[in-house]
């Protein structure tokens, strides 16, 4: 056998393991911290030791314990079963303001790219505008008009972050557009529509995931600070930033621990996931200037 | 001024104030359109008299087409009459007056934190060897994700056991007052800003210190010192002053976060009270001051940088 067969016979090895070969140990770890994160949302019920909404007054500001590993917050409830349960609506909103905006970001940006004139000029004005509302007054506006709870602040920050998603893709798309292959694809009467589906989304598609990442991070911070303003979840529902408000009032009284411990969880979470979007995109070359 | 500058500034202005005006009118709608009936609440109780109701829709003109409602609210806005609150029996007017001059002085408080550590610590870390840029890194990515909440957070739990260096509650006041009191909210709403500008200002003055024009400088034989201030600083100073620029508009917004977490009598602690109550004349008067005021800065902005760099009001297009 000669050299060459060799190595067309040599069995690539499954995705998922050449990217762990290439990730740095931070970014190993940061991983694996997330990929617990993420399991322990899933599977809170089961590995939760405690009620996380069940209150017990004799465990009121209990130190850590066998039955308390963390402890226990003002009227006795587990922090750890708070903290594991409090994963699962803490992740949820970011991944639901993801799941809505890369789709319209991607609709609004391939549109304006493609159609040029006056359809890119209506769409870049709305871009512009939408600009000037920070994500958070939108969301406290939203809360005004429908009330606390989940949805309103979702919904808000997918309309805030949407607009930066679809600017930053449209002059990508704009540029692969402009390439010459769209063009040979066109002169085979290749429709428009397929083209931006089966070529332009796929070469979009490193700019869109670093952009998801970043949109993740950022929406998790702004919900938990919309929770922690009370305009969010609300009490006793177990979530991280319901968490780090409920745990304010016990910092004077000399107990942090419930504020300290979901402020690190939110902190953690957004750490490791900027971790990893910054290297996929070093992978795919996409430099800060372009986020 | 010449005619670029005229040009400039014009177009500067009228994308100011169609934003604006575009502003007001979404949040007029979003306000307008949303469930309830303010007639109702006015009335201030659960099951009024439809005789009581159908005065107050006059009085208050509920029945008007919502433009005509719309034009009459900007006059208000326009001339200071920016209505009543239902939820505090008060003028909004008298309300954000009480407090306005709290949130002006957080935002420059920590605004001015930002630019000056922010800045210094960003040209500490280019220039001054491997040891501090090791540290600013690790600090200032930290910093980076660091939110309001979670600064404020642990700065309370730092202060308010042992250290009493700062008051932790309230708004104080007289000027030193007021300032003692916002300094924790300040450091807690302008960290992860800081962090921002330190490292986009480490990635600029190193761009530039590795320039051409810089090495034609060194081997001129000037003194570091001069070419620092003369061709390092000055060269880098666009990025740094649009990214410091991005960052003070954004204070106004953040403003709500740190004054509730202190408890500061200010703005953005009655912006999350007002929406908390539905209260939405007032939701609606302080989030157009706080878009207005985002939107303000940034044109200030692009207005110094283009004083640093006139090309820029050659510009076309996207203003």
Known sequence: MTELSKVAVRKRQPLLLRRFATMTPLIRIASAVLLLIVLAAVLAPLIAPHDPTTPNALDSFGGPSGSHLLGADASGRDLLSRLIYGARLSLAGPAVVVLLMVPVGVLLALLAAWRGGITDGVISRVIDILFAFPGLILAIVAVAMFGAGFWAPVIALTVSYVPVLARVLRSVALKERNLPYVAALQVQGVSAIRIAVRHLIPNLLPMITVQAGVAFGYAMLDLAAISYLGLGLQPPTADWGVMVSEGQSSVIEGFPQESLYAAVMVLVTVVCINLIGGWFAERHDISEADL | ?319
């Open chain 2, 1 to 319: 001024m010449t005619l670029a500058w005229a040009g400039f500034l014009g177009r500067k202005v009228g994308v100011l104030v169609v934003t604006l005006l575009i502003a007001s009118l979404a949040i007029f709608l979003c306000l307008y359109l949303a469930p309830g009936d303010p007639a109702t609440v006015i009335a201030g109780g659960t099951k009024p008299n439809p005789a009581v109701l159908a005065h107050i829709r006059l009085e208050y003109h509920l029945d008007d087409p919502w433009w005509q409602q719309y034009l009459r609210w900007l006059k208000g806005v326009v001339t200071g009459d920016m209505g009543t609150s239902f939820v505090y029996h008060t003028s909004v007017a008298s309300l954000l007056r009480a407090r306005a001059f709290s949130t002006a002085l957080l935002v420059m408080y920590a605004g001015a934190i930002i630019v000056g550590v922010g800045v210094a610590a960003g040209v500490m870390s280019s220039l001054r060897g491997r040891f501090a840029r090791t540290i600013i890194n690790v600090a200032t990515t930290i910093a980076m994700g660091a939110p309001t909440f979670v600064v404020a957070v642990v700065l309370i739990t730092i202060f308010s056991t042992g250290l009493s260096w700062f008051p932790i509650y309230g708004s104080g006041s007289g000027l030193l007052g007021r300032l003692d009191h916002l300094t924790l909210p300040a450091i807690a709403l302008s960290l992860s800003f800081l962090a921002y500008v330190a490292s986009i200002t480490r990635a600029a003055v190193d761009e530039e210190k590795s320039a051409e024009h810089v090495d034609t400088a060194r081997s001129r034989g000037l003194r570091e010192r001069l070419i620092t201030r003369r061709h390092v600083l000055r060269n880098a100073a666009a990025p740094i002053l649009t990214v410091s620029g991005i960052s003070v508009a954004g204070l106004f917004s953040g403003t709500a976060v740190a004054e509730q977490a202190f408890g500061v009598q200010g703005l953005g602690s009655l912006l999350v009270d007002a929406a908390a109550k539905k209260d939405l004349a007032v939701v609606q008067m302080i989030s157009l001051l706080m878009v207005a005021a985002f939107v303000i800065v940034n044109v200030l902005v692009d207005t110094i940088n283009a004083v640093l760099d006139p090309r820029l009001t050659m510009e076309r297009g996207r203003a």
